[in-house]
């Protein structure tokens, strides 16, 4: 009974560690994108390229100034779409951060076990 108790334990604790792959195996992916607008000017951006169908998508870093700026559908699927849009002209670049993120698979000594695509806008609005 005492080698059956120790085995579970064992095996407990083992797929608490093992739940992830190593952590170089969930990088981030850091993507930039600069775009210039004509005041009014609607951007849009498909975000199905940078995930698949478990990801989430979130506005992690919202513009200063805008009209428009919202995602869809957070769910990524073809029909996900981030879309920007500002009246204000402005010489300093409007900044939008994206994050698209994998649903939580465990948990691994308090680190999510995920990797996330993080896209930066910079928007000038002319």
Do not use: W
């Not at 093992?18 to 009014?40: P, R, V």
């Amino acid at each position: 009974m005492k080698k059956l108790l120790s085995l579970i334990c064992v095996l407990s604790l083992a797929s608490t560690f093992f739940s992830c792959k190593k952590d170089a195996d969930h990088a981030n992916k850091l993507i930039t994108i600069n775009q210039t607008l004509s005041s009014g000017e609607t951007y849009s951006l498909k975000l199905n390229q940078f995930g698949d169908a478990d990801d989430i998508a979130n506005i992690i870093k919202q513009a200063a100034s805008f009209s428009v700026s919202s995602i869809d559908n957070p769910n990524i699927s073809s029909a996900s779409n981030y879309t920007f849009s500002s009246v204000s002209k402005s010489a300093e670049a409007e900044q939008v951060v994206l994050a698209i993120t994998e649903a939580n698979r465990g948990n691994r000594r308090g680190k999510l076990c995920e990797d996330a695509t993080i896209i930066t806008i910079n928007f000038v609005i002319k």
